[in-house]
């Protein structure tokens, strides 16, 4: 079913929008004493409200950043600048006939087509797809009243002035939905794409923990129709044995099979239309390789890559069950302190990247130690390059990476980061122009060292960042800033606006990075 939107656009105000100038800093590993740099940076502080964000550019230099999920009334979509920050529009892709039902491009993610420059957003939220099995009909019940169940997935060729909305596609596709694209595997399937006038194939995978259906769905015309795969990309939607495991053993990573665990990431995909999604495994790093469009999948695992799951296993923490080990929970306790920093190394977000010559990229934060890591492959996720430590001078805690290339070699990662132990943390941002070289140089700046932006609570940076390369050559980072606080005496949430949601709590913060000086 496609129906055809509008997009409200509303101008930010000034007051909607504050600025700073942000300091940069130069310096090579993690232990480097800090050099001051002569590349500029601003951040942005949105009054607009927030949940996940991600982030694109496209081939004019428009940024958008996804925003919010779950606000009464049209408040989701993207902020919109197109002359480098200095004014911002909120763009809402409204559905026709449900005004209360917004295109949430923060839930899943946005993607540009570079060759068309097509903009494709998705968000949960079909409540015209039917659920299939007894797990997804449970899961399915708790969300219905809220209609967010499946994915809706839409497109604009006129930077959201106009929208074409797809719905009934993604059965039972769950949570954490991501949309990414690149030319065609098969010969059939570039014939099929000159028939339709549309270049590129456009995949949407699902990523969701709690119902595990990790299909990818295809379309071979631009968006307008989609379909399933044929093999799912880690176990099917019936709960049976996760096909990379092959025959069923009695407990995966320590967790018993009926109690798994499985995050994906954004998938890339290569020149010669192979596909690569990394995930999270029941806390084992793994990426799953097709070279059929999805159709059969071959996982290989990320030995370098230390990651949480549910439970613990070695000498990894898992998520810890009960929470906080049945101890009493005491107000303004960090997140990692209560669960076990699963989400801070998990694979969920943009944390794997591809150059134009096929150089795999990933980005995590190491259960190890908490900090940030890039690890580079060329040769097709065979084997990976010793792990780097990217995290700035004094970060000593971090959480949730995201990961983008310009240029081989050049390289942005975002990710939160903490110097106080994980009790705050604050919007980092990271570029190198040598990545590929044993000790590479880096830039870094952080978004707002004399208040960081998220406070001691129990909770933890928001799911996504976004990261992207401009065509100028500046770097562009998407973060969430907490506004709820804690009352000491009462130990109970605190906020500085009005609390009707999660959107309300959570307000959007750009830094933008000249790393070229």
Known sequence: MLLQAKGQQRTCAPEDIRSLEREVITHRSHGDAPQPSAAHARAYFSAEPVTECTLRIGADGSVYVGITAASPGPSGGFLL???NGRNWTHVIPTLPGEQDLVLNAAMGSIAIDPLTQRIFASSMGDPSCPVEGEWAE???????????????????????????VVRGQFRDAGDWGKTFLGPPARAATRERLERSGYPNVIYHCAGATFSCTSYCFRSFDGGATFERTARPVFCDYRGRTPL????????LGGAPRDDQHTLSGVGVVANDGTIYIPANINGFARIYVSWDEGDSWTDRPIPVAAIRGKHSYGDITGFQQPPNGGRPIRPQQPFHALYGSTAMSSLWSQQLTIDAEGTLYLSWVSARDDLPY???????????SEPLCVAAPGVNMACISAIAVDRPGQVAIAYYASRDGGETFDGMLSVSHDAHEPSPSWISVQT??????????????????GVSFAPDGSVWAAFARDTAIFDESSAERQCDGNFRYNGDRFKAVVLRLDANG
């Open 138 to 164: 449970k899961i399915a019940r708790l969300v219905r009243s809220r209609k967010t169940w499946s994915d809706t997935l839409a497109y604009s060729d006129d930077s959201g002035a106009s929208w074409t």
């Open 448 to 465: 707002s060292p004399e208040a960081p932006i998220q406070p001691n609570r129990i909770s933890e940076p928001i799911e996504f960042v």
């Open 374 to 384: 890039l690890s580079i492959s060329r040769d097709g996720a065979k084997s990976w």
């Open 81 to 83: 600048t197109r002359d």
């Open 244 to 251: 990379p495991y092959g025959e069923p053993p009695a407990e």
